[in-house]
């Protein structure tokens, strides 16, 4: 049977959090919360997945500290970076947070064998970082990238 649940894009699937919104582009899918902030009206999560082939050869060694230098020239602080495993590939993250805002960033990077980057993204407000970071690591664990593209 066909599962509603889980959302196909052309180099990945993965599980919708339950009650949430989904757009679909042509290299990005983006999945907001129904939970909105009282001031703003802006979801309080946004969960995003890109992924698209590069046209030159990806090395995560070369790539996440430009990605790092990057971030240092914005108006926020890298709070974290770190390792971990995503559907068996290995990914960096960091954790990101603006000044001038209540949001934190959470972005994910992969540069697979295929010369696909895929960037996973939480973008949330201080006040619910945590609480939906955990409907966050349910998501991430149910990612599952194709392996050619």
């Known amino acids: 049977l066909f599962d509603r649940t889980i959302v ?11 009650g949430w ?12 919360s129904f939970e909105t902030d009282l001031f703003t009206d802006m979801p309080v999560a946004i969960f995003s997945i890109y992924a698209e ?16 230098h990057t971030l240092q020239r914005e108006d926020g602080k ?4 770190g390792e971990e495993l995503i ?10 947070r603006y000044n001038k805002s209540e949001i ?12 696909r980057l895929v ?5 949330g407000t201080l006040k619910k970082f945590k609480e939906y970071g955990k ?5 991430k664990k149910s990612i599952k990238l194709k392996r050619a593209m």
């Open 8 to 18: 196909r894009a052309e180099s990945f699937s993965v599980k919708m959090p339950e």
């Open 21 to 32: 919104q989904v757009k679909k582009e042509k290299s990005e899918v983006t999945f907001t």
């Open 53 to 68: 082939k590069q046209k030159g050869a990806l090395f995560m060694d070369d790539l996440f500290p430009e990605l790092l």
């Open 78 to 81: 890298v709070l974290a970076t």
């Open 87 to 96: 559907d068996e590939q290995k990914a960096c993250w960091v954790l990101f």
């Open 104 to 115: 934190a960033v959470m972005s994910l990077y992969i540069a697979d064998d295929y010369n």
């Open 119 to 123: 960037r996973i993204q939480y973008v």
């Open 135 to 139: 409907i966050f690591d349910v998501f």
